[in-house]
């Protein structure tokens, strides 16, 4: 877990500073898996279907008249995400930046859509 949350860590330092200068209040943090509650709450029939989530309210919908915001949260998932780098052959610190850099974008208000565009111009394929 350890080695993984360094992972992590430097996968956002990778992020683009123009990024890293957007992003407050965020937490990240890392799960062997999904929870639960949110398997039964998103419909998920395995708790290895998902890399990472986001939740929070996005950049363009926030109300920046509340100054005690809770923080926003990416949970990268860490058993998922070791899962898909072996079936993928890239490697799991790529595949924990593209988790990120996915949940981010959700972050800046852009919905599944949006984000499956940007990764194609960012990422390729």
């Known amino acids: 877990m350890e080695e ?3 992972m992590a860590a430097d996968a ?3 992020l683009p ?3 890293k200068a957007k992003v ?3 937490a990240i943090i890392v799960e062997d898996v999904v929870s639960a509650d949110t ?3 998103m419909k998920l029939e395995s708790n290895m279907d998902l890399l990472g989530l986001y939740t929070g309210i996005s950049l363009v919908d926030r109300d920046y008249g509340s100054p005690f915001a ?3 949260t990416i949970h990268l998932y ?3 995400i070791e899962e898909e780098a072996a079936l993928s052959g890239e490697p799991v610190a790529d595949v924990v930046y593209e988790t990120i850099w996915h949940e981010i974008a959700h972050h800046f208000g852009l919905d599944e859509d949006g984000v499956e565009k940007r990764e194609k111009e960012e990422f390729g394929g």
């Open 12 to 14: 956002y330092e990778r």
């Open 4 to 6: 993984f949350e360094k």
């Open 70 to 72: 809770l923080p926003d």
């Open 39 to 41: 398997m039964q709450e």
């Open 24 to 26: 407050k209040n965020v």
């Open 78 to 80: 860490r058993l998922p």
């Open 17 to 19: 500073d123009w990024v």
